[in-house]
Nanobody, 124 residues
Framework: QVQLVESGGGSVQPGGSLRLSCAAS????????MGWYRQAPGKERELVAT???????NYADSVKGRFTISRDDAKNTVSLQMNSLKPEDTAVYYC??????????????????WGQGTLVTVSS
């Protein structure tokens, strides 16, 4: 079974740091883009950061300069280093993988995967 498993959420004071990690498991040949999204209470899910297979990155304006996304293709993992955290960063963070190449009955198919979500709380 192909899935994403996240880790690293928790509670931190404003100005603190957390690192989120996400690992894709199963028989995967390659992954195109990976990223992180978040959903705060009462709000829609929003993009935080993405990283392509070519290591091109994209960040939400609200996290630029504070968050850094990285990936390890050998391990099919993506991480999000979050520094200078603010109360408004409080949300459930979801890992996403697009263009996940897996073997199908005839050839290959491409999946979109989501992790189960991990809660990040920034509060004093």
């Amino acid at each position: 079974q192909v899935q994403l498993v996240e880790s690293g959420g928790g509670s931190v004071q404003p100005g603190g740091s957390l690192r989120l990690s996400c690992a894709a498991s199963g028989s995967i040949f390659s992954i195109n883009a990976m990223g992180w999204y978040r959903q705060a209470p009462g709000k829609e899910r929003e993009l935080v950061a993405t990283i392509s297979s070519g290591i091109s990155t994209n960040y939400a304006d609200s996290v630029k300069g504070r968050f850094t996304i990285s990936r390890d293709d050998a391990k099919n993992t993506v991480s999000l280093q979050m520094n200078s955290l603010k109360p408004e960063d409080t949300a459930v963070y979801y890992c996403n993988a697009n263009g996940v190449k897996v073997r199908a009955s005839f050839g290959y198919r491409y999946l979109v995967l989501w992790g189960q979500g991990t809660l990040v709380t920034v509060s004093s």
